[in-house]
Nanobody, 124 residues
Framework: QLQLVEYGGGLVQAGDSLRLSCVVS????????MAWFRQVPGKEREFVAA????????QYADSVKGRFTISRDNRLNTVYLQMNSLKQEDTAVYYC?????????????????WGQGTQVTVSS
């Protein structure tokens, strides 16, 4: 069974940058698409970014477009989320997810396995 572990969350100030990592183990990685979602208490989990298995396709939520970049290293079974120009509204628990298909998707139900989440807090 696939396992996903996120790293890199923390407390930063508005305008700062942060990079999240998600390491996948327990199965093949290179043929699967990956995504990042985030959730704040009392709200639904929302899509942030996704990437195809071969890194050719990337998708972003409008709220992060131009500030966040998703990437992956198939040699390391790792997907990254580079977050620049962070805003207070980016504060959330960030989750990585993986799905069996090679092309990315933007809805929660498209993903099969999830990490435990990492907290990102952006202060003013």
């Amino acid at each position: 069974q696939l396992q996903l572990v996120e790293y890199g969350g923390g407390l930063v100030q508005a305008g700062d940058s942060l990079r999240l990592s998600c390491v996948v183990s327990g199965g093949t990685f290179v043929d699967k698409s990956m995504a990042w979602f985030r959730q704040v208490p009392g709200k639904e989990r929302e899509f942030v970014a996704a990437i195809s298995s071969n890194s050719v396709l990337e998708q972003y939520a409008d709220s992060v477009k131009g500030r966040f970049t998703i990437s992956r290293d198939n040699r390391l079974n790792t997907v990254y989320l580079q977050m620049n120009s962070l805003k207070q509204e980016d504060t959330a628990v960030y989750y990585c997810a993986i799905r069996a298909e090679s092309w990315p998707a933007m809805t929660i139900h498209d993903y099969d396995y999830w990490g435990q989440g990492t907290q990102v807090t952006v202060s003013s």
